[in-house]
C-alpha cells in the first residue's frame, strides 16, 4: 500500500515538473500531452527491430515448449510421436485414439500455456517499473502464451484441429461450437483490454514519458509492426509445411492487440523516471534469434522422437 501510494505521488511529481517545464503548469485548459515531442524516426525503427527480435524469440520458446508439452502428454497415453517444427506427428492409428487420450493430449499444451502466461503475467508486474529491454521479452511470451490458449480454443473450434479435437469429442453440436467461438472472441478482446496497460508500460524502456501526441506511433512501432513482420518471418521459415490452422492461430494475437490500441486513448500521460535512455539495439538479440532460428528449423526438420 505504501509503495502503490509513493508511486501515485512520484507520477503526480513528475507531471507537475513536466507542466512546469513547458510553462503551463497554471493553464486553465487541461494540455494532456498536447506539447509537441520530436523524436527522430531512426529511434521507432530501432524499436521496431528489437521488438521484431524478442516477437520471434518469444514464439520460438513458447512454441516448442508447447510442441514438447504436448508430446509428453501423449507419451502418457502410450502414444509414440515424433515433434517437428510445424507439428507432432502422433505414431497410431486413427481408430487406436480413445476419448480420455483425445482430450489428454490435446488439451494438455493449452491448459499449460493458460497456467505458464499467469506466471508470466505475475513476473511481468513484479518488475514493470524496470527498464531492461528484457521485460519486453516476457511481455511478448505473455501474448503468445495467451495465443496458445484462448487462440487455439477460438482457431480449433473453427477449423477443427487442435483443441478443437476436444471439442468433437465433446459431442458438441455447430451450436455450441459456434456459442464457444464467440466466448472465445470475447474472452481475448477482454484479456486485450486488461493488459493495455501493462503493455504501455513497456514504454519506459525507451522513453522517460509517453505522451499523447505520440503514443499511437509507439504503439504502431512497438506491437503492430513487429506482429505484422513476425507473422511473416514464421510463415518463412514453416515453409512447405504451411497449414491455415497455423497461420490463423499466429494471427490471432489480433484480438489481444486491438484493445491494446483502442484502449491507450482513454489514459492520461504515463511519466516514468528522469534516467537516461539509449535506444539501441543489442547485438546480442539478432545473433540470437538467427541462432534460435537456424537451430528450430535444422534440429525439428530432422523430428525428434519421443
Do not use: C
Not at 513476425?230 to 492487440?257: E, R, W
Amino acid at each position: 500500500m505504501v509503495t502503490h501510494t509513493g508511486n501515485r505521488l512520484y507520477t503526480a511529481y513528475r507531471k507537475i515538473r513536466f507542466l512546469a517545464k513547458r510553462g503551463s503548469l497554471f493553464s486553465l485548459s487541461r494540455p494532456q500531452g498536447s506539447g509537441r515531442i520530436y523524436i527522430p524516426k531512426r529511434v521507432f525503427k530501432t524499436i521496431t527491430l528489437n521488438s521484431l527480435l524478442l516477437f520471434l524469440i518469444a514464439y520460438l520458446i513458447v512454441y516448442v515448449l508447447n510442441l514438447f508439452i504436448t508430446g509428453y502428454a501423449a507419451i502418457i497415453f502410450n502414444i509414440p510421436v515424433l515433434v517437428y517444427y510445424y507439428d507432432v506427428d502422433y505414431l497410431i492409428r486413427g481408430i487406436d485414439w480413445t476419448p480420455d487420450s483425445v482430450s489428454g493430449v490435446f488439451s494438455s499444451g493449452p491448459i499449460v500455456m493458460f497456467a505458464l502466461s499467469l506466471f508470466l503475467l505475475i513476473l511481468y508486474k513484479s518488475v514493470e517499473t524496470e527498464t531492461g529491454i528484457l521485460r519486453l521479452l516476457l511481455l511478448w511470451m505473455i501474448f503468445h502464451s495467451l495465443t496458445r490458449f484462448f487462440g487455439e480454443i477460438l482457431v480449433g473450434a473453427i477449423f477443427n484441429k487442435g483443441f478443437g479435437f476436444v471439442i468433437l469429442y465433446m459431442f458438441l453440436m455447430d451450436t455450441g461450437k459456434v456459442i464457444l467461438t464467440i466466448l472465445g472472441f470475447m474472452a481475448m478482446f477482454t484479456v486485450g483490454l486488461a493488459i493495455a496497460r501493462l503493455s504501455l508500460y513497456s514504454a519506459n524502456i525507451y522513453f522517460n514519458d509517453l505522451l499523447r501526441n505520440y503514443r499511437l506511433k509507439f504503439i504502431l512501432y512497438q506491437f503492430i509492426f513487429p506482429f505484422l513482420m513476425g507473422n511473416i518471418v514464421i510463415l518463412l521459415i514453416k515453409i512447405p509445411q504451411v497449414s491455415y490452422f497455423d497461420i490463423a492461430l499466429n494471427a490471432s494475437m489480433v484480438l489481444f492487440l486491438i484493445p491494446v490500441v483502442m484502449r491507450s486513448f482513454t489514459f492520461e500521460d504515463f511519466y516514468f523516471d528522469e534516467d537516461q535512455r539509449t535506444v539501441k539495439t543489442n547485438m546480442v538479440l539478432p545473433v540470437a534469434a538467427l541462432l534460435l532460428l537456424f537451430l528450430f528449423r535444422l534440429v525439428l526438420g530432422i523430428g525428434v522422437r519421443l
